[in-house]
């Protein structure tokens, strides 16, 4: 049984940077993505990388600020996060799939979530 667990939330001021890291163990998990949870809103789509290194975005909230990566070896998943905003306040989740090497925006395609990792914005 695969399991996943996200470390590197905290509290930021606005413009300030993160780096959340998700430490897979168990079988191997091929597509990889994060996804955040703002209190009272939907889990939305942030990034995703699959096997072999490419990388999709919610264009729309992350517009350049944040970058997705991945080493194998160490089965981990990062996501650089600069120019921290007060609305990137949320939980972040790591998810990854057992099936798909391909990245995916969608929740229904991953089948494997971490517990979430929150962070906090100040203004």
């Known amino acids: 049984q695969a399991q996943l667990v996200e470390s590197g939330g905290g509290l930021v001021q606005a413009g300030g940077s993160l780096r959340l890291s998700c430490a897979a163990s168990g079988r191997t998990l091929y597509a990889m993505g994060w996804f955040r949870q703002a209190p009272g809103k939907d889990r939305e789509f942030v990034a995703a990388?699959?096997?072999?290194?490419?990388?999709?975005y919610n264009t729309d909230s992350v517009k350049g600020r944040f970058t997705i990566s991945r080493d194998n070896a160490k089965k981990t998943v990062y996501l650089q996060i600069n120019s921290l905003k007060p609305e990137d306040t949320a939980v972040y989740f790591c998810a990854a799939s057992s099936r798909s090497y391909v990245p995916g925006v969608k929740i229904n395609e991953y089948d494997v979530w971490g517990q979430g990792t929150q962070v906090t914005v100040s203004s």
């Open positions: 990388i699959g096997w072999s290194g490419g990388a999709v």
